[in-house]
């Protein structure tokens, strides 16, 4: 079995124990989740997936005294970046359709369930793990011939995507089926994880030898150079070999300060999520170097915290963001070092320090500035029937709308939620809106009554938040 190279680090008894633990306790139903098309995988390995399942299901029945259920997926293995494997060809779409077919073979005579990966959307997987710009092309051509949502396998259109790699002159089996020289420079060479490619090779080496390494939590540290001995260290290792003596010195409470930023996100940057922000964010802070802290859980992440989500689609020169960092720096020299690592159109505009327990602002009054001149709606409309709409809008007591949010349709009256709105020059309006008993409005969902337009189209309009008012 393959589970010692991939360093899985459980052995079948562990996987028995937990298997009769699960039945003990009164579960009937277990899923078995393999990878198949792992590089030195042999014909045998294929044979023992079945024999464990197999075995999985005698001992619900030992445990329980009735046949549990077992269901077993298996997936095909697809070669990332930066790992061990980063060198090796991926299974082939043949090969991977005949192993599949062994193991729904093999299992309907255990009578037990199989789930598989379709071995077309792993190819088209694979293609992009290890891609390159080229790549780029073929996106747009799938795209515009009308792929979408390709994780969902209902949606999933093999033929497009093949067209689309085709017109765009580019061979799948290039990404996919070759044997990659050591020496070959890679498109994320230039990202760095902080594992090095020896240190990748020695790891490829030793699996194809069918030898582990030993998880460094518990054992000895191999060095693979993700720690750097301060911010990041092991957790459960401070008694490993091989910690340099600063891993063991914490952070003492006078030596954290708190930041507060204050940053823009314009342009496209407005089409950005709230996650997608916080991303962006987090690897610029990485690659600047900030001497920021990390939670001390098993999972240590950046101590940042934001302010309200921004809804998607809407500029704003007025953000808020706190970090916490462990030495106090120039805050003018930490805003510079961190725009030149920003994409375009979030940029931090303002940095300084507070007390550690200051909330973030969160704004019962908002500014929004609206442009119904510009962007993609192309609206007919003039100033003099705008007024007219205006004089309508705030001439009402109440205003009742249904907005939908998260697949939920929720009644609001946006007329207590709407402090302000007027026409400030030409086509464009000052909206000033405000939270009203816990209850709060898009500025889209504004327009949309006052213009009388769908929701999507009204999302079109740009919009910028100008101003949090506390
Ligand atoms: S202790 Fe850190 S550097 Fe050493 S092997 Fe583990 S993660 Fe890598």
């Not at 710009?133 to 073929?138: F, I, N, Q, T």
């Not at 004089?391 to 109440?398: G, P, T, Y």
Request: charge should be positive; glycine fraction near 8%; hydrophobic fraction near 40%.
């Amino acid at each position: 079995m393959l589970r010692r190279p991939t360093n899985k680090g459980i052995t079948e008894e562990d996987l028995h124990a937990a298997a009769r633990d699960i039945f003990t306790l009164g579960w009937s139903l277990v899923k078995l989740y393999f990878m198949i098309g792992l590089p030195t995988e042999t014909g045998e390995d294929i044979l023992q997936i079945v024999r464990l399942a197999g075995c999985v299901k005698n001992i619900g029945k030992e445990a329980s005294g009735r046949w549990p259920q077992i269901n077993v997926s298996a997936s095909s293995f697809i070669p990332k970046p930066h790992t061990p494997f980063q060198w090796e060809p991926q299974i082939t779409m043949e090969d991977g359709i005949q192993k599949q077919a062994v193991l729904r073979r093999e299992l309907a005579k255990l009578k037990l369930g199989f789930k598989w990966h379709d071995a077309d959307m792993s190819l088209i997987e694979g293609v992009f793990s290890r891609g390159d710009r080229r790549l780029s092309k073929a996106v747009l051509i799938a795209f515009r011939k009308g792929c979408r949502f390709d994780g969902w396998s209902e949606l999933f259109d093999f033929a497009k995507w093949k067209e689309g790699l085709s017109e765009a002159g580019l061979d799948p089996h290039f990404y996919t089926l070759r044997r990659r020289p050591f020496d070959e420079v890679f498109p994320w060479d230039h990202l760095e994880t902080g594992a090095t490619k020896e240190f990748l090779i020695k790891e490829y080496e030793k699996a194809l030898e069918l030898a582990g390494t030993p998880d460094c939590k518990a054992g000895k540290c191999s060095d693979c150079g993700l720690c750097d001995w301060k911010a990041i260290r092991p957790r459960s290792a401070s008694g490993a070999i091989g910690c340099a003596d600063e891993a063991k010195t914490p952070v003492l409470p006078d030596e954290v300060f708190r930041m507060r930023l204050r940053y823009s996100k314009t342009g496209e940057s407005r089409l950005l999520s709230h996650l997608e922000l916080m991303a962006a964010v987090i690897r610029g802070i990485r690659r600047a170097g900030l001497p920021i802290r990390y939670s001390q859980g098993f999972h240590p992440m950046p101590r940042l915290s934001f302010g309200q989500p921004l809804p998607v689609g809407i500029e704003s020169v007025d953000e808020y963001m706190d970090m916490e960092l462990s030495g106090k720096t120039d805050p003018a020299g930490l805003v510079e070092k961190l725009n030149r690592e920003m994409p375009e159109g979030i940029r931090f505009l303002s940095a300084s320090f507070l007390p550690l327990k200051v909330p973030l602002p969160s704004g019962i009054m908002t500014e929004y500035i609206i442009t119904l001149k510009d962007g993609p709606l192309g609206l007919d409309i003039d100033s003099e029937r705008i007024d007219g709409l205006l004089r309508d809008f705030l001439s009402r007591d109440s205003i009742p709308v249904s907005i939908e949010k998260e697949g939920r349709t929720k009644d609001v009256d946006l007329r207590p939620l709407v402090n302000g709105l007027s026409r400030t020059d030409g086509l464009t309006l000052r909206l000033m809106l405000k939270k009203a008993s816990g209850a709060s409005v898009r500025p889209h969902d504004v327009l949309a009554c006052l213009l009388g337009l769908p929701r999507e189209s009204a999302s079109l309009i740009p919009i910028l938040k100008t101003r949090s008012v506390q």
